[in-house]
């Protein structure tokens, strides 16, 4: 049977462009997501489910688990409440944490024993350069940067059975969540498209290449890394 991989949060942005490179590569992809793709996707299943939601997460987990048994995993779902420090409510970081962060831990264990038992696994855990600090995304940038801690321990943990697991930490990427955060006629939008040394917004399609190399059987001696897919702007932060 051919191989199965997990990609949540499937249906739009940067999740849609991975399951489909994941699908043209050859595996079987299984989409969790909130809402079903608006447009036709390759995926063998959807299913539906409110990663907030810890019962009905921990279900939907158990039942693809079940019925798929995958041995590659995208962690790419994520929500964004953006807010100064002074304004973020204790509310919306457990909200962040809960979908971006927790969501993760749960997939992982869920799809554990299927790896284990293939002594063969791929996890890939979309972050963000806003793990390395960014205004107004207190929640936002905790989170991310937790997937970040959340890989290079498991990287370490998992090493021994086949399972390498993986970081990829976006730049600005022209998607919807991006746009809502961050609306076309700001200033701050036109600082940030301005700030990348590419000098433009990312595509999905950018980042879904990374992943693909990440979820590749060739890449097993690649394990606790975040590549940064973000046209330069970490380097320029470095330089600063």
């Not at 996890?123 to 890989?151: D, P």
Request: glycine fraction near 10%; aromatic fraction near 4%; proline fraction near 5%.
């Amino acid at each position: 049977m051919t191989e199965a991989v997990l990609v949540t949060g499937g249906s739009g942005g940067i999740g849609r462009a991975i399951a489909r490179r994941a699908a043209e590569a050859g595996w079987r992809v299984v989409n969790l997501d909130l809402h079903p793709p608006a447009a036709p996707l390759p995926v063998e299943d959807f299913v539906a489910c409110d990663v907030s939601d810890l019962g009905a997460t921990r279900a939907a987990l158990a039942a693809i688990a079940e019925r798929h048994a995958p041995t590659r995993l995208v962690n790419n779902v994520g929500i964004v409440r953006p807010a100064s420090l002074e304004e973020t409510r204790a509310e919306d970081l457990a909200a962040v944490v809960e979908v971006n962060l927790r969501s993760a831990v749960l997939a992982a264990q869920a799809l554990l024993p299927a790896m284990r038992a293939a002594r063969f696994g791929r996890i890939v855990n979309i972050a963000s350069r806003a793990a390395l600090g960014k205004e107004l995304r207190t929640s936002y940038a905790a989170s991310k940067a937790g997937l970040l801690g959340l890989t290079r321990t498991w990287a370490l943990e998992l090493a021994a059975d086949g399972i390498t697991v993986n970081a990829i930490g976006p730049g600005p990427i022209a998607t919807e969540l991006f746009r809502r955060a961050n609306p076309d006629n700001s200033p701050r939008t036109r600082a940030i498209i301005e700030g990348v040394p590419v000098k433009r917004l990312g595509t999905p399609e950018d980042v879904a290449h990374a992943a693909a190399f990440y979820l590749d059987e060739r890449a097993g001696f690649v394990t606790g890394q975040t590549l940064y897919v973000c046209g330069g702007l970490t380097v320029g932060l470095a330089g600063a």
